[in-house]
Structure formats: structure tokens, C-alpha cells
């Protein structure tokens, strides 16, 4: 006989090691609450970096302006409206007599320019701040062109406070 012979034992029947039952509990629940935390801190991050919410942006102070047209026909019109970037409204062949009142923001210089067409004729421009007349021009014959201009003072910062509230 060998002496280094070993019976060989089923696997089946070899008794299962003793696991503590307070042990393996403990570490599913470490690995629950980690995996909650880490969930919860990604959620977080992701709001930041997703927050799509638009921040208010400071209103600019606005002078109301009425540009009034007067004549017979059609004339191309450009005219200062509200428009922080300063960018003019171009509206052609325009039935006129026409008249508009908009908000122009202060600082910003308000005007209206008339262009007759080829058929020409005779045409008026006329701008008023705040209800108080400013300027008038004439436009007369074929593509004549007149332009009323006017000024409006700076924002002051005392402005900041009636944003958006008109003084007459």
C-alpha cells in the first residue's frame, strides 16, 4: 500500500464552511447604502451641470417713442425699437399715413427715416419722446428720403430701479 494515498472525498458531502450570518448581511447593506449615497451624489451633479433654468436678466429702462409717417402712396420705413443691439426695423412699401409708438431703451438714439419710391411725391416724418414733440422732416420727389432723429438720456443707475416703467 501507498502510504501517500489519500481517499478522495465527494464534494457533495463535504460539510459546507460556517458563514456568520451577521457578517454577509452587513456587507450587502454597506454595499446598498454606498451605492444610494453614490446615486444620490450623481443626481446632485448632474442637476448642476444640467440646470437649465434661465437666469433673470436686468431689464434695460425704455423711453416710449411715437414715430408718425404722414402722406399719400407707399414709402419704405426704418425705425429704432426696443433692441438692446441697437438693430433698426426695415418696413417696405408701407401704405402710409402710418404711426407706431414703441420703447426705445435709454441711452440708444431713437429715429425714423422715410424712402418715397420711383412714383415720388411728398411725405413726412415726425417723432415725439415720451408724448413731447422732438423733430419733423420732409421727404419730396422720386426716392426722396427724410430722417427725424432724437436722443434719449443714459440710463442713470437711479433707472435700474424703475426698470421698465415708463415717466411721461
Not at 34 to 62: H, I, M, N, Q
Not at 125 to 150: I, K, N, P, S
Amino acid at each position: 500500500m501507498n502510504d501517500s494515498a489519500v481517499p478522495e472525498s465527494s464534494d457533495e458531502n463535504a460539510p459546507e464552511p460556517r458563514r456568520d450570518k451577521g457578517s454577509s448581511g452587513t456587507d450587502r447593506r454597506g454595499i446598498a447604502v454606498g451605492a444610494v449615497l453614490l446615486a444620490a451624489c450623481a443626481g446632485l451633479v448632474a442637476y448642476g451641470v444640467l440646470d437649465t433654468t434661465e437666469k433673470p436678466t436686468p431689464r434695460t429702462p425704455t423711453a416710449a417713442v411715437t414715430y408718425e409717417i404722414e402722406g399719400k402712396g407707399t414709402a419704405d420705413i426704418t425705425y429704432q425699437a426696443r433692441s438692446e443691439s441697437g438693430d433698426a426695423v426695415v418696413a417696405h412699401d408701407i401704405t402710409l399715413p402710418w404711426k407706431k409708438t414703441v420703447n426705445v431703451p435709454l441711452g440708444k438714439a431713437p429715429l425714423v427715416t422715410i424712402t418715397l419710391g420711383e412714383q415720388g411725391g411728398r411725405a413726412s416724418c415726425q417723432l415725439a419722446v415720451r408724448g413731447r414733440h422732438v423733430q419733423t422732416a420732409t421727404a419730396f420727389g422720386r426716392f426722396g428720403r427724410a430722417t427725424c432723429q432724437g436722443e434719449l438720456p443714459s440710463p442713470e443707475p437711479s433707472d435700474a430701479s424703475t426698470v421698465g416703467v415708463e415717466s411721461n
